[in-house]
C-alpha cells in the first residue's frame, strides 16, 4: 500500500504543475483515481496494476489541463500553447503587416492633416473625419490578421463608407452642435465596426465579445503609455531643437499627426503580441484605480445628495459627470474581463459595488435635472444625447448592480454579470449610431 | 461499436444533466452511470468529465460542494439547479429534432424517440 501511496502522491505532484488544474482540482482527481484503483484492486488487481490502469483511464494530463485552461479563461489557454519555431516566423510577418498599416494611417491622416490646411485644428472637416481617416487601417489590420474572407470583408467595410458619406453629406452648420456631436460619436461606431473583424465576424458569442472589451482595455494603455513616451520624446526634441532656430510649431505639426495615427495601430498590434505583459499589469492598474474611483464617486454622491445638484448643475459639469459615469462603466466592464469567473465573491468585487451604486446614485441626480431642464426648455441636440447616454448607461449599471449584489449573496453565478455587460454592449453601439445618423437631420442640422 | 468522438461530445452535456437530474452525484459515479446507462458503448476518458462539469458549474446549472462521506476523503458532489432542468429540457428538444429527422430519412419512423425516452 505504500508504494501505491508514492505513486499517487508523484502523479499528483505531476498534475500539479499545470498552471490550469488548481488545488481542489486536483484533490478532485486524485479522489477520482483512488476510487478507479479501489475498484480495480477489488476487482482483482494489484495494487501496482490497479494504479496504471487507473491513470491510463484519466487520460493525458495535458490534455485535461488544456481543458481546463479552455474552461477557464481564453487567455490561459492562449499561454499554454506556447508559441513553436513556425508561430515565432508568424510573429515576424505579423509585424511587418502591422507597420505596414500603421504607416499606412499615420501618411494618410498626415496628408489629411496638412491638406486641412494651418493653422491646424481650425477645420472642421478634419475634426469630423479624423476617425475615420485612422481606424479603416486598424480594422484592415485585423481583417488580413485573422484572414477573413471576402464577404466578411465587405460587411467590415460597409459601416466605413456609409459613415463617410454620412458625415461628409450631410449639411452641417458649421461648428453647430450636431456636428460635434457626430464628430464625437463617431469614433465610438467605428470602434464598435472594428470589433467585427477582431471577433473573427463572429458577433454572437460572448467570449469573443468578453475579450474585445479586453482588448479595448489593454489597447488604450497601450495608447496612453505611448503618447507619453511621444511626449516626452517630443519635448525633448524641442527643447534641443529650439535654441538652433527651429521653428517648435513645425515639429508638432510634422510629428504629432503620424505618430497619433500611427500609433492606433501599434497600440492593438502591441495587445496581440505582448499579450503577457499587459496581462500582468492591466489587472494591477484595475486593482488599484477601483478603489480609489469608488471612494471618489462614494463622496461625491454624497456631497451632491447632501448639498443637491441644481444649483451647482450647468453644461460643463454634465460633460464632466457622462465622462466620470462613461470611465466607471470602463473600469468595472475591464475589471470584469479580466477576473477570474470561476473566483467566489471577493473584496474587489464588494469595492465594484459601492463604485457602481454611487455612480447609480449621481446619474439619477443627473437625470432628475436633465429631465427638469428639458421640460422647462425643450429639447436641443445636446440635451438629447446626453439624456440618452445617461439613460443607457442608468440600466446598464441598475443590472451591474443588481446581478454583482446577487453574486456577492451567492444567490447569482458570475457567468450572469458578464453576460448582462456582453448582452448589453451593443446598445452603446446603436445609441452612438443614432446619434451620429438620426439626430442631426431631427435637429435640421443645426 | 465505436462512437465518433465529436458525437460523444456532443451528448456529454445532457447527458451529465441528465444523470444529475436522477439525484445529486460525484465524478467518479457519474461516470459509472454513463458506462451503465450507455452499456459500456460511450467510452469517455474520465478526466475530461472534469472540466465539462467546470463550464456547467460556471454556467450556472450545477452547485457543487465539498462533502465528507462515510470514508475519510472528502468528495465534491454535484447537483442541478432549475437552469439546469432548463437547459436539459431544451438539449432534449434539440436531440429530439435531430432523432426524429434522422429517423424520417432512415424509414425508421419512431425507433430513435424511443432511444431518448419518449415515444
Known sequence: MDQLELEIEGWRAFVEQSPAVDGRDVEELEDHLRDQIADLTEAGLTADEAFLIAV?????IDEISREFARENSGRLWRQLTAP????????????RQALLFAIAAAVTFQIAFLAAGTPPGDSSWLVRNASLLVLPFLAGYFVARRRLSWNQVLVTAAPFVVAAVVINV?????????ELLAASHLPVVLWFVVAYPYMNGVTRSHERRMDFVRFTGEWFIYYVLISLGGGVLVGLTLAVLEPAGVDPDQIAQWVLPWGSAGAVIVAAWLVETKQRVIENMAPVL???????????????????????LGGAFNRELLGVFDALLVVVLGL?????????PLQGPGWMDRIQLVAVVSA????????????ARIGELGFTPNRTAALGLNILLFVSLVGTAWLSARFLAGQSTFNRLERWQTTYLPVFGVWAAAVVVVLPPLFSFS | MNIDKDLVAASATPLVLAILAESESYGYAILKRVREISDGE??????MLY?????????????REWRIPSEERRRRYYAITDEGHAALAEHKRQWMTVAKALGDAWGGGDLLPVAFGRA
Open chain 1, 84 to 95: 513553436g519555431a513556425s508561430d515565432l516566423e508568424q510573429t515576424g510577418r505579423w509585424w
Open chain 1, 360 to 371: 447609480l446614485v449621481l446619474d439619477l441626480m443627473v437625470l432628475g435635472v436633465m429631465v
Open chain 1, 56 to 60: 491510463k483511464r484519466l487520460g493525458s
Open chain 1, 170 to 178: 450631410y449639411p452641417f452648420i458649421d461648428g453647430g452642435s450636431t
Open chain 1, 332 to 340: 468595472v466592464l475591464y475589471g470584469i474581463s479580466a477576473r477570474d
Open chain 2, 42 to 47: 460511450l467510452e469517455w476518458t474520465d478526466g
Open chain 2, 51 to 63: 472540466p465539462l462539469l467546470h463550464r456547467l458549474h460556471r454556467l450556472g446549472y450545477v452547485t
Open chain 1, 286 to 308: 484595475t486593482m488599484v484605480f477601483t478603489p480609489l474611483f469608488a471612494l471618489m464617486l462614494a463622496g461625491a454622491a454624497v456631497v451632491y445628495a447632501v448639498t443637491g
